[in-house]
């Protein structure tokens, strides 16, 4: 049986210090925000877009564009270019 107080301290120590890549990905979201709201919002939208698809394997990356075209409809079009 674990111990209450030690699973009680590294919940709440994993709240007060997330985990590194979260913190830099939350950090790149605000940064981004900011230049969009800027001005020039769908042009950093698209460059995010390809950046993101970028990343990926072509295998990989095929799989991915064609499962958006198929959720785009019930996903109230977010996936649409």
């Not at 007060?16 to 950093?44: M, T």
């Not at 950046?51 to 109230?76: G, H, K, T």
Request: hydrophobic fraction near 35%; include cysteine.
């Amino acid at each position: 049986m674990a111990n209450t107080s030690t699973a009680s301290s590294t919940k709440g120590l994993s709240t007060a210090y997330p985990h590194p890549c979260l913190s830099a990905l939350i950090r790149r979201y605000v940064s981004k925000r900011r230049r969009w709201s800027a001005g020039g919002a769908e042009a950093a939208r698209l460059r995010e877009r390809d950046w993101q698809r970028a990343q990926l394997p072509d295998a990989i990356r095929d799989l991915v564009l064609d499962d958006q075209r198929l959720r785009s409809p019930i996903c109230w079009n977010v996936f649409d270019d």
